[in-house]
């Protein structure tokens, strides 16, 4: 099967080092089959990259939200995900959850679970390979999109604010 990929690349605010990705590729033969792009994107732009996708694949561990996820599902992506009690309250049945693997210790106190990079490769092939199930959950990802608006959050901010002022 052949493996295409986009990867959005991120890093902090003036970390300036170098990224190389063509260690990954080479170990895992990935190479000229990945497309990297950095930087901000317009909506637009963000939209034609994401609906190019065929699957919405994060192992973040560090956004209770993961709003990357929500574009995806508007794009009507089935989305892999890490198994969050957070995400599991956003993104419910409309996503697949990977197997928790180990854990990662922030410094602060705070655990946080990993997941298992066969369990992600295994829903990968899963979905690259059952076409019913794709569409079933892209089915179910447009759905649970629909469900968030920028424009009703913002109605009951405003509402949230007006009873404390």
Known sequence: ?????????TSYPGLDAPYRHEALEDVNGL???????SGWLEDVELAALISACDVFLSTSICEEFLLSALEAQ?????????????????YSDSAVYLRREGWWYDGYGSKLPLS???????????LYSNRELREELGSKSL????????DESAVKLLKLLERRG
């Open 1 to 9: 099967m052949p493996v295409v990929g986009v990867v959005k690349l």
């Open 31 to 37: 190479r000229k089959r990945l497309f990297y792009v």
């Open 74 to 90: 508007a794009c009507g992506l089935p989305a892999v995900l890490p198994d969050m009690p957070s995400l599991r309250e956003v």
């Open 116 to 126: 298992s990079v066969d369990d992600a490769v295994n829903r990968l092939y899963e």
């Open 143 to 150: 759905k649970n999109a629909s469900r968030y608006s920028w």
